[in-house]
């Protein structure tokens, strides 16, 4: 028992907290960057497939811009090998900018959501209710969606996209429509992108309270440990 506690162990621990807080300091801007370039893969890899994902959706539709023609995809593949011949590889790739600039809405979701589950607990470490969980959720979705929506309709211009375009004529193309419809252009479906999203996050803040919560429980750790967080 005295070789466990003894100084030679204590010195072997020391050492290797030391080393590990080094290690872990030195290298933590890296974990940092790795963890910013797998969501930049993310937009990269999956930036085509939402391409041909709106071009379907839109399939049909009926555009009063001349410049948008009817598409007639059979299918998935056949829409990657229409748009890679009639508009190039880089058009599969329209929207990425945004696409990049739109991690931008969790983030704003959960430092709201956080904000204001502070704001009413006034410093008490106090469970919140689930009405409570739910209505601040509820708010910190509407900003965050509010806030980010202009982007995601400037995505979706680009992802239908004008034909044998360059990326320059693109943005262009998106001043015209802002002097056409005006700033509140941008925000056009929001109500609907509202409904869909608020409802949803509001619900999966409240389940993940509770489950946290359980998972305390669960553990033997006082509630306490839970309402500081």
């Known amino acids: 028992m005295n070789e466990v506690f003894s100084y030679e162990s204590l010195v072997h621990a020391l050492s290797g907290a030391v080393g590990s807080v080094t290690a872990m300091t030195v290298f933590f801007p890296l974990d940092t960057a790795r963890l910013r370039l797998q969501g930049v ?10 391409v041909v994902n709106t071009r379907l959706k839109l399939q ?16 998935i593949l056949d829409a990657f090998v229409q748009i890679i011949r009639d508009e190039g590889v880089g058009s599969l790739w329209n929207g990425t900018f945004p696409s990049l600039l739109l991690v931008l809405n969790p983030a704003i979701q959960f430092m709201i959501y956080e904000g204001l589950k502070r704001k009413l607990r006034r410093g008490i470490p106090k469970e919140l ?29 680009l992802r239908v996209c004008l034909h044998h375009m360059l990326f320059t004529f693109k943005i262009s193309r998106n001043y015209l429509y802002i002097q056409k419809y005006g700033m509140l252009g941008l925000f056009k479906g929001l109500e ?15 389940l993940y309270e509770k489950i946290a919560s359980c998972t305390f429980r669960v553990m033997g750790l006082s509630n306490n440990h839970y309402k500081r967080r």
């Open 41 to 50: 893969v993310n937009v990269l890899v999956t930036t085509p497939l939402w």
């Open 60 to 75: 049909g539709s009926k555009f009063r811009n001349e410049d948008i023609r009817p598409t007639t995809y059979s299918g």
């Open 129 to 157: 209710s689930s009405l409570e969980v739910f209505v601040i959720g509820a708010i910190a979705k509407a900003v965050a969606t509010t806030v980010t929506y202009p982007l995601q309709t400037i995505q979706s211009i």
């Open 192 to 206: 609907a992108k509202l409904l869909q999203t608020v409802l949803t996050a509001a619900l999966m803040f409240l």
